[in-house]
């Protein structure tokens, strides 16, 4: 089982629709969890930082369920701009290296 | 720009020769990661410093590859003898490590360099 699985997509959705990713990690103890955004061709960005009682930054909320080793991201009222691949990055020892999943890509199409 | 910065952006060799990639991080950030990214996947660690002591190196990182941090500042990725399946962007990431308060450390990706093995 790889250490971090994400949703295989692709998700290709209209415009102002509302999408939802989910992300599982293998070890039990990891630390800190975050979502990335990654454009075509470019460098992964942060996104959110995804805390224990979950939390929400615009259109964008971060779920997190410690006990089923799960993680999700919401994106309410989609955006063209929103188009990218979303890495789920799992910080397995505090401060060391991300473990990151394979990522789900989306399109929003007008 | 104060962000991370990567050296070359492309490099295309051929099979055989040594590459070396340079990754100047943020002045301040203390920690520095080197990653490796194919199509289609995520980044995968390859490893990290923290100030120049070399903490942790993937399984992933083979014999031919070899990492420094010499003054803490910028770092320097190494492969000899490259072959066609290391073609891939090589990312290099830095961040502060923050003290026991802080939980999140976010890592800051410079552009890559893209390497092209023939």
């Known amino acids: 089982r790889k250490e971090v699985e994400q949703d295989p997509g692709p998700f290709n959705v209209p415009e102002g629709a509302t999408v939802a990713f989910n992300c599982t990690y293998s070890n039990s103890a990891s630390q800190s969890f975050f979502w990335y955004r990654q454009d075509c061709r470019k460098e992964p960005k942060l996104l959110m930082s995804v805390y224990s009682s979950g939390n929400e930054d615009g259109r964008f909320t971060a779920q997190l369920n410690r006990a089923s080793q799960y993680i999700s991201l919401l994106i309410r009222d989609s955006k063209l701009s929103d188009s990218a691949t979303y890495l789920c990055?799992?910080?397995?020892?505090?401060?060391?290296?991300?473990?990151f999943g394979p990522g789900t890509r989306l399109s929003v199409l007008p | 720009d104060t962000g991370v910065s990567q050296d070359p952006r492309h490099k295309i060799t051929k099979r055989g020769q040594n590459v070396t990639f340079r990754c100047d991080p943020i002045?301040?950030?203390?920690?520095l990661y080197w990653y490796r990214q194919t199509l289609g996947q995520g980044p995968e660690f390859l490893t990290y410093?923290?100030?120049?002591?070399?903490?942790?190196k993937s399984r992933l990182l083979s014999d031919r590859f070899s990492a420094e941090r010499p003054k803490g500042s910028f770092s320097t990725l190494e492969i000899q003898r490259t072959e066609q399946g290391d073609s891939a962007m090589y990312l290099c990431?830095?961040?502060?490590?923050?003290?026991?308060?802080?939980?999140?450390?976010?890592?800051?990706f410079g552009p890559g360099t893209r390497l092209t093995v023939l």
């Open positions: 002045s301040e950030h203390n920690r």
């Open positions: 990055v799992v910080n397995p020892v505090y401060g060391q290296n991300f473990v």
């Open positions: 410093f923290q100030n120049e002591a070399q903490l942790e």
């Open positions: 990431a830095s961040s502060l490590a923050a003290g026991a308060a802080s939980s999140y450390n976010e890592q800051f």
